[in-house]
């Protein structure tokens, strides 16, 4: 076995980018990844149409194969080396099988890659996955797509990100024109433009062409007069109205580096790598409640992120993904699992793709790993060295926006109803909430993709042979009590549509129909704190 020393594990762990894409469905995720993939040497696209289609039918059978089996949709890792750098990308599912895994995985992320549409601006997907970035005040770095179609104007789409989401935008390059008329992007450090040509389509090889803006003749030439003189006053008003770099202001997630370029016709998409990977953080430090845990420190540590179930439905297995926090990480070593006050070797460690799992035998902090699970891990627990007893801060609980009251068909089999209903839950694939003066019997589930009824409903009939009927409930949005010891429950006034409910630790919460009704319960309540999260 290679021996650890001080230079080689920190300089693995330093030169690691681990971060996570977040979009709309359909603004073009799947495709920037598989373009920074083709950078990154991990795959040979012949040309981005047939490597895309390939590519996408791997993982989409795969998303079948799941949902056949009733199960949640991975959100896959993927590594790949570029010009010195690991870089892990954590891909958040979307699309119908949005759960709280996706939130969950951005709490393993170090920084988050937005990507936006032109022609859209941000969507709702966007911004429920950007508030979780904001919590964790990660660095966010924006990719402007599409601009090969008909865009949105560049100053409305900057200003539809700061005011919708609240963060200040700074762009490191700017699009000349779009559509058919999209020439190219403006370097604004260089300033020079890196002109389109459709030779690069598809391929890393094309040569992009570099004018300086001070050339006006050659500048006119290539993208001709029209496109020339818009440019020139952008450039202008730009230079007067955006916000000045400030690399701190990334990092502390206040300020997102913007860059615009088309990922299908692979445009702009190196530049934009380029760009992130030196403004992005190396592996960050995490709050345990011993202190702040450095990624650099010797000792191995990790979290709990992600557990999903039933991979292998033969062996019944769980897969439970951890974040290494600090240290290396070595298949032979003995850890202990905090939570369960346990020593032991983590059983297969492996990388997990979307179609392929690679059965590990050392990683650093930064990496992403997924472990057999014969049942014993939870979201949120933390791993660390056999003479280490420390604990990583919880993962929080994220709202749901779904809810249904869950009913037996058979009531005799109550036993195994509960059993099944619990054990989904301490997964973490549902939450479940009971009446606030009730026992067990009256059961609400709540979820954050409706796909998790689904799966509830088909892994209590498969795994724990109880069925089940789920009646729709209209709440859509939930808020805990932060101040619960300060606040009378039963004496709250609420709205008509409020209902209380607790979860299973007996936290009280409360479920509206309308988002309306959240802000008058608070004028009618003065002093009652709600949360959208929960870290209890
Ligand atoms: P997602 O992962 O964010 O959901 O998006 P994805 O990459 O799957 O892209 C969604 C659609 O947008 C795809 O088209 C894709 O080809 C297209 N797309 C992505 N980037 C660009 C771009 O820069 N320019 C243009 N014009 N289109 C882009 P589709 O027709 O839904 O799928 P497919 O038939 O191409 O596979």
Known sequence: MEEITLSNYTEEINRRRTFAIISHPDAGKTTLTEK???????????????????????????????????????????????????????????????????????????SAVMVIDASKGVEAQTRKLFKVCVMRKIPIFTFINKLDRDANDTFELLDDIEKELGIATCPINWPIGSGKGFKGVYDREKKCIIAYSDTEKGTKEGTATEIPVEDEAALRQVIGDEAADKLLEEIELLDGASAEFDLDAVRSGD??????????????????????????????????????????????????????????KAHRDRIAFMRICSGK?????????????KVMRLSQPQQIMADERKILSEAYAGDIIGVFDPGIFSIGDTLCMPKDKFQYEGI?????????????????????????????????????????????????????????????????????????????????????????????????????????????????????????????????????????????
Not at 329 to 341: P, T
Not at 413 to 421: A, D, Y
Not at 498 to 523: A, E, Q, R, Y
């Open 396 to 536: 929080p609980t994220f709202a749901p926006e779904h809810f249904a009251r869950v009913r037996q068909v058979d009531t005799m089999k109550r036993k195994q109803f509960v059993k099944g209903i619990e054990q989904i839950a301490q997964e973490g694939a549902i939450q479940i909430f009971q009446e606030f003066n009730s026992g067990l019997e009256e059961i609400i589930v709540g979820v954050v993709g409706v796909l998790q009824f689904d799966v509830l409903k088909y892994r209590l009939e498969n795994e724990y042979n109880v069925e089940i009927r789920l009646e729709n409930l209209p709440y859509e949005h939930i808020r805990w009590i932060e101040n619960k010891d300060e606040v009378d429950i039963a004496k709250l006034v609420g709205t008509s549509d409020m209902k209380k409910v607790k979860d299973m630790k007996g936290n009280p919460l409360l479920l509206f129909i309308n988002s309306w009704s959240v802000g008058m319960t608070l004028d009618r309540n003065k002093g009652l704190i709600l949360s959208e999260f929960s870290r209890n």
């Open 36 to 110: 920074f993939l083709l950078y990154g040497g991990a795959i040979n696209l012949a040309g981005s149409v047939k490597g895309k289609a390939t590519a996408r039918h791997a993982v989409s059978d795969w998303m079948e194969i799941e949902k056949q089996r009733g199960i949640s949709v991975t959100s896959s890792v993927l590594q790949f080396e570029y010009d010195g750098y690991c870089i892990n990308i954590l891909d958040t599912p979307g699309h119908q099988d949005f759960s709280e895994d996706t939130y969950r995985t951005l709490m393993a992320a170090d």
């Open 255 to 312: 300020l997102t580096p913007v860059c615009f370029g088309s990922a299908l016709t692979n445009f702009g998409v190196e530049i934009f790598l380029q760009h992130f990977l030196k403004m992005t953080t190396t592996p960050l430090s995490r709050k345990a409640d011993i202190g702040i845990i450095e990624p650099t420190e010797k000792e191995f540590s990790a979290f709990v992120f992600k557990i999903q179930a039933n991979m292998n």
């Open 329 to 341: 990480f070595d298949a032979q070593m003995e850890v202990r699992h905090v939570q369960g006050n």
